[in-house]
């Protein structure tokens, strides 16, 4: 099973998860669902590991 994180979003605060592997820890910008909003994850309010 694909380790994930849980991100929230600086903008709407909506909470999504991410594959762990694949982009926790890079400089990927990450895409909101809720409002579609592409932040760094440094720039998210809170992660969950
Ligand atoms: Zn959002």
Do not use: E
Not at 6 to 14: F, I, K
């Amino acid at each position: 099973m694909a380790r994930i994180f849980w991100v929230t979003c600086p903008r709407c605060s909506g909470r999504f998860y991410c594959h762990y592997t694949d982009l926790r820890h890079t400089d990927w910008l990450l895409l909101c669902p809720y409002c579609q909003h592409r932040f760094h994850q440094n720039d998210s309010p809170r992660i969950d590991d």
